[in-house]
């Protein structure tokens, strides 16, 4: 086979999912051998870091690695797979499909979905068990459409310190996209939820192995039939447009905005309603956080066995400077526009500020379209360095809520919640 015959084009790859999509039956996907047509990665990263002090750089550092229906992504580990995107990607309101960051938790990940045979089931503790297609979800409910970032629970992790155990995620384990489908509170409706529930628990098709008994050999979570999240969660099949990549959920995921992405459900084949706490592996041990202002605590008090916890929900408020990136110099009385993104769990942000001295003046940074309160928000600010010298440019958020990103680090053992200002150090040199 040569080159040509193994690329294939995205467009023709979705023309395929699109066909898939109306029930045609998509029997198998990429093989491993197949490649995108897109630009080669380099074959290992610039610089190996492995600590122990904290991250310094924006990502992580680590091989680009070229997968199917992905651009080139950081690598972090093949299993589970787990890719980080760029900082470049972030440049806008919505991250690019292809470019979106992947997170599995077990080694065992479909790379097919039969259409024919696939169904989303509707089951447990309700009055009608219900067994929908693709081509239901799409024709037999009126489409629901929200903007919202799904960011890993364990974005950021490399900055914590001391270092924890887990994926070493820089910042780009995020992304926004406009999410497309079903209204996951008429399925529960057209199921009829009987009293005495308490809980709706999600499944997707990755499996895997795990210690034996706690049930973590199977990816389970769960939410409080009570929670109002749920009147605004989506079961999704169009992620910007499109059909949901593979890596990414294919054929639909649930979102739940404004919350972590281990709610998030990939290849969402199963909703089941409980009658009972969800006791298994993920929401019992896994993914907690000690149950204090902001989930921090110390590594003497987890020894200890002083903390407790509670399952990690909503993400904080966080923002980040995009542009410029520090690679290369200013010159000194140019005046540069700085871009970035801001967003929070709890509402959309309404302000966003920036500082050139250490925190001790802030200005106001131009914000841009408002997409929802769970969406990225861009901004914007003219900046003017007058001499040259080294500067360390701040960003912090606020939401409408009012809360504002700290300026202290935070420290679980599961390294999760980190928010603390971003700084991006930036060199200004002579003009002439």
């Known amino acids: 086979m040569n080159a040509t ?73 093949d299993r589970p797979v787990q890719l980080e995107t760029p900082r470049h990607y972030f440049r806008t309101t919505f991250t690019p499909n292809e470019a979106f960051y992947v997170r599995w938790h077990l080694e065992g990940i479909p790379n097919a979905v039969d259409l024919k045979n696939w169904k989303l089931q509707v089951e447990g503790n309700v009055n009608k068990p219900t067994a929908l297609s693709l081509s239901d979800l799409m024709q037999n409910f009126k489409p629901a459409s929200l903007a919202a970032v799904n960011q890993c629970s364990g974005n950021s992790r490399s900055r914590l310190q001391p270092r924890v155990p887990g994926g070493q995620w820089g910042n780009g384990a995020m992304g926004n996209a406009m999410w497309t489908g079903v209204r996951l509170r008429e399925l529960l409706d057209m199921a009829g939820v009987k009293s005495g529930s308490l809980q709706v628990q999600f499944q997707g098709l990755e499996t895997g192995q795990g210690p034996e008994g706690l049930g973590s ?113 200013i010159a000194a ?69 009012g809360n504002t990103q700290p300026d202290e680090p935070i420290w679980n053992p599961g390294g999760y919640l980190w928010n603390r200002i971003e700084r991006q150090q930036i060199v200004v040199g002579n003009a002439s």
């Open 217 to 329: 050999n199977l990816f389970l979570k769960s939410l409080d039939l009570g929670n109002p999240v749920l009147d605004e969660c989506v079961v999704a099949y169009l992620m910007n447009g499109e059909p949901l990549p593979m890596l990414n959920g294919f054929p639909v995921r649930l979102v739940v905005p404004g919350y972590f992405a281990t709610y998030w459900t990939k290849c969402l084949t199963w909703i089941r309603v409980l009658n009972a706490s969800d006791e298994n592996f993920w929401m019992k041990t896994g993914y907690r956080v000690p149950d204090t202002p902001r989930g921090n605590t110390t590594p003497e008090d987890v020894k200890a066995g002083k903390v407790k916890t509670v399952p990690v929900e909503r993400f904080p408020v966080r923002s980040f400077l995009i542009s410029p990136d520090g690679s290369s110099k």
């Open 5 to 77: 015959e193994r690329c294939l084009s995205r467009r023709a790859l979705l023309k395929t999912l699109r066909m898939a999509g109306s029930g045609i039956a998509f029997g198998r996907w990429l093989e491993p051998d197949v490649m995108m047509d897109q630009e080669l990665a380099p074959g290992k990263a610039i610089e190996t870091f492995t600590g122990p002090g904290a991250n310094p750089r924006w990502n992580s550092v680590g091989p680009y690695v070229t997968e199917p229906q992905k651009v080139p992504l950081i690598l972090l580990t």
């Open 333 to 401: 009385g140019m005046i540069v526009t700085l871009r970035g993104i801001a967003f929070s769990g709890f509402g959309r942000v309404n302000q966003v500020e920036v500082s050139d001295n250490g925190g001790r003046n802030w200005m106001a940074a131009r914000l841009g379209d408002d997409h929802g309160a769970y969406s990225f928000r861009t901004w914007e600010a003219s900046w003017t360095a007058k001499s040259p010298g080294r500067y360390s440019l701040a960003v912090r958020a606020t939401d409408e809520k």
